[in-house]
């Protein structure tokens, strides 16, 4: 079993019983899934007033990063919710996975704006490589997928790139250092991209084997 059977086997523990709770009063998970979202969408804004109104105020980036983090309990718990309550659909996959990609775009966009609204214009220019890494890491398994071969090869998945993210926002907002948070966006950069070029390698390697 690697880290993340582990971790996620560990949280489901922790959220099955409110899960069941959701069940009882009938929650879907296609409306849990548009709340984490929306909480990617409040967090992206408290990122974007920071670099407006508020650049000296690196608090607002912590509260932003831990906005990040809860959302991503959300989108540990649409799936759980699915499957727990048999209400998994076809759309609602589809839902899911369009959502996260809003949700991730979102975010890093309102870091970008902070970083080129603030004088740190080649973190700017990292957040944007960033935000290529995540969409096509996605990009690359969802082709694959399509093409019968599963694809979760990489270092550097949604859930690496949400805590990450979010943790670096946090420790930034806390130790009052934009650092805390260039870093860690810059490992994403890097890794991100690094990842799928690896899926793409693997498919290469699945396809000339069939």
């Not at 998970?29 to 508020?54: D, E, K, R, S, W």
């Not at 980036?61 to 209400?87: H, P, S, Y």
């Not at 806390?174 to 991209?193: E, H, M, R, S, T």
Request: net charge positive.
């Amino acid at each position: 079993m690697n880290y993340r059977d582990f971790l996620q086997k560990v949280i489901y523990r922790i959220i099955n019983p409110l899960i069941k709770g959701m069940i009882r009063v009938g929650i879907t998970p296609n409306f849990i899934t548009t709340t984490g979202f929306v909480l990617n969408v409040v967090a992206a804004g408290f990122f974007v007033y920071a670099a407006i109104y508020q650049p000296y105020d690196l608090a607002l980036i912590g509260w932003g990063g831990g906005i990040v983090l809860f959302a991503g309990l959300f989108d540990m718990m649409d799936g759980r919710l699915a499957r727990m309550g048999n209400m998994s659909s076809v759309f609602g996959a589809l839902w899911d996975s369009t959502l996260d990609r809003y949700s991730e775009l979102f975010t890093l966009f309102g870091i970008c704006t902070y970083f080129l609204l603030n004088g740190w214009e080649w973190m700017g220019v990292v957040t944007f490589l960033a935000m290529v890494g995540s969409v096509m890491v996605s990009y690359v398994r969802a082709r694959a997928e399509g093409l019968d071969i599963e694809c979760k090869v990489g270092l550097m998945q949604r859930p690496e790139r949400v805590v990450l993210t979010a943790l670096g926002a946090i420790l930034c907002g806390v130790c009052g250092d934009l650092l805390w948070l260039a870093v860690p966006i810059a490992v994403i950069a890097l890794l991100a991209n690094i990842t799928a070029f690896w899926r793409v390698r693997h498919c290469y390697k699945e396809l000339r084997g069939k």
